[in-house]
């Protein structure tokens, strides 16, 4: 199976999207938002059974990017394709959206411990669009 990544960039507060898919299927589609230097917002879009190791795993593959030892995830929240808003790609009905927030060096104020990127990072290497 081969992957395509798909990154777009906006200037402004519009989040920075990636669309990644295998070739002829639907796309799963990630946003991060709300940035700042203690923490940034994922919207995580796919299948149910893969919506949140996906959401973990871009923000690993984020924090990874910015050098971040130590991230904690808030409790996600859960909702329907229809409640995402616009979409870059068109994806199934039946897929599941998932928002959570990262934060960097520290507990959640949900009370979620921190996590080292580094032992995260492995496993969610096994995605192609990880690289």
Same mark, same amino acid.
């Given at each position: 199976?081969?992957?395509?990544?798909?990154?777009?960039?906006? %200037?402004?507060?519009?989040?920075? /999207?990636?669309? $990644?898919?295998? *070739?002829?299927? #639907?796309?799963? !589609?990630?946003?991060?938002? =709300?940035?700042?230097?203690?923490?940034?917002?994922?919207?995580?879009?796919?299948?149910?059974?893969?919506?949140?190791?996906?959401?973990?795993?871009?923000?690993?593959?984020?924090?990874?990017?910015?050098?971040?030892?130590? %991230?904690?995830?808030?409790?996600? /929240?859960?909702? $329907?394709?229809? *409640?995402?808003? #616009?979409?870059? !790609?068109?994806?199934?009905? =039946?897929?599941?959206?998932?928002?959570?927030?990262?934060?960097?060096?520290?507990?959640?104020?949900?009370?979620?411990?921190?996590?080292?990127?580094?032992?995260?990072?492995?496993?969610?290497?096994?995605?192609?669009?990880?690289?």
């Amino acid at each position: 199976m081969r992957k395509i990544l798909i990154a777009l960039a906006v %200037i402004g507060p519009a989040p920075l /999207s990636a669309c $990644s898919s295998t *070739s002829g299927n #639907p796309q799963f !589609v990630t946003a991060f938002h =709300d940035m700042s230097d203690k923490s940034f917002g994922i919207q995580a879009i796919a299948p149910p059974s893969v919506v949140r190791e996906l959401a973990i795993c871009k923000a690993v593959w984020f924090a990874e990017k910015k050098r971040i030892e130590k %991230i904690s995830l808030s409790n996600p /929240s859960y909702g $329907s394709v229809g *409640s995402a808003g #616009p979409l870059p !790609v068109k994806v199934p009905d =039946d897929w599941t959206v998932l928002n959570t927030t990262a934060y960097m060096n520290g507990p959640s104020p949900d009370g979620n411990p921190a996590f080292s990127v580094a032992e995260k990072a492995g496993p969610c290497r096994a995605w192609d669009w990880y690289r």
